[in-house]
């Protein structure tokens, strides 16, 4: 019996010893180290002089340095040197595993010996089983008729046989090397021999880092790849670093290597990710989203990608670091499923930075790829040599204000577009104050200085009608002055608190227009944002290149009411100015003098379930020129979440034609109207999920997914499909489709 009936003796076996007598200190002279001893303890000894046996009987345990050696009876041979031990006998080895045996026989050193009948518990509740075991050097245990499994084994019929376990002719453990190969084995999945292994390996579950192949994986389909094969290799380089080398072999495309570096040093971290292949693909021509026709490449042949992480604590407040992103080709990225394709850009930089009490400072440049072909053109994208950032925030002053200080400073260049450079100084200055009616007051005086030197404004992203250099300044001195007057009172017996907030706000800052007349430059201001979120705020443009200027007043009103752990929190709001821009985004809820209604609506009735929406509403003719809702249901055993977003108008493609001369393309006016929402459960070891995302404009989905699995203590199996409907570069991909196997201390099995 070498299979099932060993592991169910696991349940049986036990390592508890009581010391009740006075210990024997006995030195064999066969130690690794000579000023160890070999100790003995038990409830009884004898000695026989003759033979030159000792006998130590009841609750018997030996130990050595870090082994310890547990049974009912033992017996040393002064003349061999030989501990026989036999009833429960129990040793505890150095990486923390635990040998159960009926009879063991070993050197005084516990480095040599026999054993019969071998059960062992290892790290990750692994176990190991055999009919008999021999040590050598205590490096070496060399086991027949063994068995191995993480599950765990049924209490009610110790025979029944575990989910999956290995089941060999014989095998070596390496514990040098951490290293268990099994030779002539079988895979068993609830009994039953479903995979013959001439040869297996594996890393001792007490490792904690170990070199040797990972779990190959082999993909039957790929529509750029077709059928492939990952092998991939891990090497411990040293306590600190390490390296994952990767080799892909493919039907339909050209072999790849890839690897990654780690290494973690004293002082902070590096990350290299990088490989190299032959790609076989042509990307043949396509028409863009814009309507445009977008040429063949010629990007196939030897490509590559670089994607490199480093971090350097230079001293308690400075630290320096740096993202490099790079790769040859989109398609390239595409056909080899490299991390980061289907985003727009390639982003990299280099930093330095430091923290002090209440101050910021980053020096850093910035350099950029595009990958959504024939959208966004490397030609258009900046460079940022460099940019600098300062922020600054004092304490509490003589007269009860806070002065703040911030500059973002910065060099631009672009091939096909403006180039420019900014200098910025912003002066911020809080004072709040109260009264004794409650009303809490926030008064800001804030300048805004910048300077100005570009270069083919004519071009983008600013498309005047101007070609030549400029150099240009503006000063902005803003005021401002917020009251918010909380009304609070209680009901349902002290249970429940409301609050009733108006909240009105007077700004005032010389009307700066949107900066065409007087050529001023814009990189940070492209877009506009008007919700509840910045119906206070002093400037709503993204940056500082454009401010708010004119005179304007904001309004709000604010309820909460919470009681039980229920809670419902609304806002609504307006503002009206002085000086209306027209020509500032359309839809942007900002083209009159009395602007978009703002509201904002979150509801908890329970801890189960909460529910957010926002909205912006025209007052003239009650269109949503804004809106999106979030929902969540969470109950034992059953999740459930949805969204909604609605938005006239893409933002991101107002830029990518000259919109002062001709009318936005048909693209820029697309509706995004989607709908997402999604489902997941889980009970005892199982769990499933669905999500799915449409877009109700275009009447087609964006992606929709699900998954199913199941886990328990010593396997998981999981499924997954993944179907996306965007198109990028020209190509749409297929559906995806992910089967997982995990073996516990072994490794995770997929197919694609």
């Given at each position: 019996?070498?299979a099932?009936g060993?592991?169910?003796?696991?349940a049986?076996?036990?390592?508890?010893?009581?010391?009740?007598a006075?210990?024997?200190?006995?030195?064999?002279?066969r130690?690794?180290?000579?000023?160890?001893?070999?100790?003995?303890?038990?409830d009884?000894?004898?000695?026989?002089?003759?033979?030159?046996?000792?006998?130590?009987?009841?609750?018997?345990?030996?130990?050595?340095?870090?082994?310890?050696?547990?049974a009912?009876?033992?017996?040393?041979?002064?003349?061999?040197?030989?501990?026989?031990?036999?009833?429960?006998v129990?040793?505890s080895?150095p990486?923390?595993?635990v040998?159960?045996s009926s009879?063991?026989?070993?050197?005084?050193?516990?480095?040599?010996g026999?054993?019969?009948?071998?059960n062992?518990?290892?790290?990750?509740?692994a176990?190991?089983?055999?009919?008999?075991?021999r040590?050598?050097?205590?490096?070496?245990?060399?086991l027949?008729?063994?068995?191995?499994?993480?599950?765990?084994?049924c209490a009610?019929?110790?025979?029944?046989?575990?989910?999956?376990?290995?089941?060999?002719?014989?095998?070596?453990?390496?514990l040098?090397h951490?290293?268990?190969?099994?030779?002539?084995a079988?895979?068993?999945?609830?009994?039953?021999?479903?995979?013959y292994?001439?040869?297996?390996?594996?890393?001792?579950?007490?490792?904690?880092?170990?070199?040797?192949?990972?779990?190959?994986?082999?993909t039957?389909?790929?529509?750029?790849?077709?059928?492939?094969?990952?092998?991939?290799y891990?090497?411990?380089?040293?306590?600190q670093?390490d390296?994952?080398i990767?080799?892909l072999?493919s039907t339909?495309?050209?072999?790849?290597?890839?690897?990654?570096?780690?290494?973690?040093?004293?002082f902070g971290?590096?990350?290299?990710?990088?490989?190299?292949?032959?790609?076989?693909?042509k990307?043949?021509?396509y028409v863009n989203?814009?309507?445009?026709?977008v040429?063949?490449t010629?990007?196939?042949?030897?490509?590559?990608?670089?994607?490199?992480?480093?971090?350097?604590?230079?001293?308690?407040?400075?630290?320096?670091?740096f993202?490099?992103n790079?790769?040859?080709?989109?398609?390239?990225?595409?056909?080899?499923?490299?991390?980061?394709?289907?985003?727009?850009t390639?982003?990299?930089?280099?930093?330095?930075?430091?923290?002090g009490?209440?101050a910021?400072?980053?020096?850093?440049t910035?350099?950029?790829q595009?990958?959504?072909?024939?959208?966004?053109?490397n030609?258009?994208?900046?460079?940022?040599?460099?940019?600098?950032?300062?922020?600054?925030?004092?304490?509490?002053?003589?007269?009860?204000?806070?002065?703040?200080?911030?500059?973002?400073d910065?060099?631009?260049?672009?091939?096909?577009?403006t180039?420019?450079?900014?200098?910025?100084?912003?002066l911020?200055w809080?004072?709040p104050?109260?009264?004794s009616?409650?009303?809490?007051?926030?008064l800001?005086?804030?300048?805004?200085?910048?300077?100005y030197?570009?270069?083919?404004?004519?071009?983008?992203p600013?498309?005047?009608?101007?070609?030549?250099s400029?150099?240009?300044?503006q000063?902005?001195?803003?005021?401002?002055?917020?009251?918010?007057?909380?009304?609070?009172?209680?009901?349902?017996?002290?249970?429940?608190?409301?609050?009733?907030?108006?909240?009105?706000?007077?700004?005032y800052?010389?009307?700066?227009?949107?900066?065409?007349?007087?050529?001023?430059p814009n990189?940070?201001?492209?877009?506009?944002?008007f919700?509840?979120?910045?119906?206070?705020?002093?400037?709503?443009?993204?940056?500082?290149?454009?401010?708010?200027?004119?005179?304007?007043a904001?309004?709000?009103?604010?309820?909460?009411?919470?009681w039980n752990?229920?809670?419902?929190?609304?806002?609504?709001?307006?503002?009206?100015q002085?000086?209306?821009?027209?020509?500032?985004?359309?839809?942007?809820g900002?083209?009159?003098?009395?602007s978009?209604?703002?509201?904002?609506?979150?509801v908890e009735?329970?801890?189960?379930?909460?529910?957010?929406?926002?909205?912006?509403?025209?007052?003239?003719?009650?269109?949503?020129d804004f809106?999106d809702?979030?929902f969540?249901?969470?109950?034992p055993?059953?999740?459930?979440?949805?969204?909604?977003?609605?938005?006239?108008?893409?933002?991101?493609?107002?830029?990518?034609?000259?919109?002062?001369?001709?009318?936005?393309?048909?693209v820029y006016?697309?509706?995004t109207?989607?709908?997402?929402g999604?489902?997941?459960?889980?009970?005892?070891?199982?769990?499933?999920?669905?999500?799915?995302?449409?877009?109700?404009?275009?009447?087609?989905?964006?992606?929709?997914?699900?998954?199913v699995?199941?886990?328990?203590d010593?396997?998981?199996?999981?499924f997954l499909y993944?179907?996306?409907?965007?198109?990028?570069?020209?190509?749409?991909?297929?559906?995806?489709?992910?089967?997982?196997?995990?073996?516990k201390?072994?490794?995770?099995?997929?197919?694609?």
């Open positions: 019996m070498w099932l060993v592991l169910g003796a696991f049986g076996s036990s390592a508890h010893a009581q010391f009740r006075t210990p024997l200190h006995v030195n064999t002279g130690t690794n180290n000579p000023g160890e001893p070999v100790t003995f303890q038990s009884k000894v004898s000695y026989d002089d003759h033979a030159g046996v000792i006998t130590w009987t009841g609750n018997v345990q030996v130990w050595q340095g870090d082994r310890i050696m547990r009912d009876k033992m017996t040393y041979d002064r003349n061999t040197g030989i501990i026989a031990a036999t009833g429960s129990a040793s080895q990486d923390g595993s040998l159960f009879y063991a026989e070993l050197t005084g050193d516990m480095h040599e026999v054993m019969t009948h071998v062992a518990i290892m790290q990750d509740n176990k190991l089983a055999a009919n008999g075991m040590r050598t050097s205590g490096k070496i245990n060399d027949s008729r063994a068995v191995y499994t993480a599950c765990e084994i009610k019929d110790r025979t029944r046989p575990p989910f999956w376990q290995l089941r060999a002719y014989d095998a070596t453990q390496d040098e951490q290293q268990i190969n099994f030779r002539d079988y895979m068993d999945i609830l009994g039953i021999p479903v995979l292994l001439p040869f297996f390996s594996m890393t001792d579950p007490s490792a904690k880092r170990h070199s040797g192949f990972l779990t190959p994986g082999l039957p389909h790929d529509r750029y790849l077709g059928t492939y094969l990952t092998v991939p891990y090497w411990v380089i040293d306590d670093s390296a994952t990767q080799g072999v339909k495309t050209g072999p790849q290597i890839s690897a990654q570096y780690r290494n973690r040093l004293n971290t590096l990350t290299i990710l990088g490989g190299v292949a032959y790609d076989t693909h990307q043949s021509g989203t814009f309507g445009n026709s040429g063949a010629n990007d196939h042949g030897i490509q590559g990608y670089v994607f490199a992480r480093g971090l350097a604590n230079i001293t308690p407040t400075w630290r320096g670091g993202n490099v790079i790769a040859s080709s989109a398609n390239y990225m595409r056909d080899y499923r490299i991390q980061g394709y289907g985003a727009d390639l982003n990299s930089n280099a930093y330095l930075e430091g923290f009490t209440g910021y400072s980053r020096l850093d910035q350099f950029y595009g990958l959504n072909q024939g959208v966004i053109s030609s258009d994208l900046p460079f940022v040599l460099p940019s600098y950032e300062y922020s600054f925030l004092g304490q509490p002053d003589a007269l009860g204000g806070r002065l703040g200080v911030n500059t973002h910065f060099n631009v260049y672009r091939s096909n577009g180039s420019d450079q900014r200098g910025e100084l912003q911020n809080d004072r104050f109260r009264n009616w409650g009303q809490k007051y926030l800001t005086l804030r300048l805004d200085s910048m300077l030197h570009a270069r083919s404004v004519n071009e983008r600013n498309f005047y009608t101007y070609s030549g400029v150099t240009r300044a000063v902005v001195p803003t005021v401002a002055l917020k009251m918010n007057w909380p009304f609070l009172r209680t009901f349902s017996k002290g249970r429940g608190t409301q609050i009733f907030e108006p909240i009105v706000q007077a700004i800052a010389p009307n700066t227009g949107n900066g065409a007349s007087r050529l001023l990189e940070d201001s492209l877009n506009y944002e919700t509840d979120s910045t119906l206070f705020e002093l400037n709503r443009y993204q940056g500082t290149d454009r401010i708010d200027g004119g005179a304007r904001n309004i709000g009103l604010h309820g909460n009411w919470t752990g229920h809670q419902v929190d609304l806002l609504v709001g307006e503002s009206f002085e000086h209306v821009e027209h020509d500032r985004l359309p839809y942007s900002l083209n009159h003098h009395l978009d209604v703002v509201a904002r609506a979150r009735p329970s801890q189960y379930f909460n529910f957010t929406a926002r909205a912006r509403v025209n007052p003239k003719n009650g269109d949503i809106g809702a979030l969540g249901l969470s109950i055993h059953f999740q459930i979440n949805g969204g909604y977003v609605w938005e006239p108008v893409t933002p991101y493609y107002y830029y990518v034609n000259n919109f002062r001369n001709s009318t936005p393309t048909s006016f697309q509706r109207n989607e709908l997402s999604g489902v997941s459960t889980y009970w005892a070891n199982w769990h499933a999920s669905a999500f799915a995302r449409r877009a109700i404009s275009r009447k087609s989905f964006v992606s929709l997914g699900t998954s699995g199941y886990q328990n010593c396997f998981g199996l999981d993944l179907k996306q409907y965007t198109t990028i570069g020209g190509q749409q991909r297929n559906s995806t489709y992910l089967f997982t196997l995990t073996l201390t072994i490794g995770a099995f997929g197919l694609k």
